[in-house]
């Protein structure tokens, strides 16, 4: 079994920063792409950022260049620093990791428990 905790989220007026963490423990061989996600009200889960185990990443457009994805395999976390942050930044954030646990052949795919970013002033 595999747990994903999440923390760094809350209030920010426009402008701020935010660093958001996600650990992941458990079982776990190995861990291949991790990544953050977000959801807004009344809109559908979107991909923000990625990153692969060899440093490899991906932005949604929306971010690209306020947002960074970085992560510190030795201690299964994933990092993500948000600065320049925008109302429309607004959302639930989600880690997710496609992880290989102790024992399989196989990756699975699974999910934090969701982090709130709310940016207002």
């Known amino acids: 079994q595999v747990q994903l905790v999440e923390s760094g989220g809350g209030l920010v007026q426009p402008g701020g920063s935010l660093r958001l963490s996600c650990a992941a423990s458990g079982s776990i061989f190995s861990i291949n792409a991790m990544g953050w996600y977000r959801r807004a009200p009344g809109k559908r889960r979107e991909l923000v950022a990625a990153?692969?185990?060899?440093?490899?990443?991906n932005y949604a457009d929306s971010v690209k260049g306020r947002f960074t994805i970085s992560r510190d395999n030795a201690k299964n976390t994933v990092y993500l620093q948000m600065n320049s942050l925008k109302p429309e930044d607004t959302a639930v954030y989600y880690c997710?990791?496609?992880?290989?646990?102790?024992?399989?052949?196989?990756?699975?795919?699974?999910w934090g428990q969701g982090t709130q970013v709310t940016v207002s002033s």
């Open positions: 990153i692969t185990s060899g440093g490899s990443t």
């Open positions: 997710n990791a496609d992880v290989v646990g102790r024992g399989s052949v196989w990756s699975n795919d699974y």
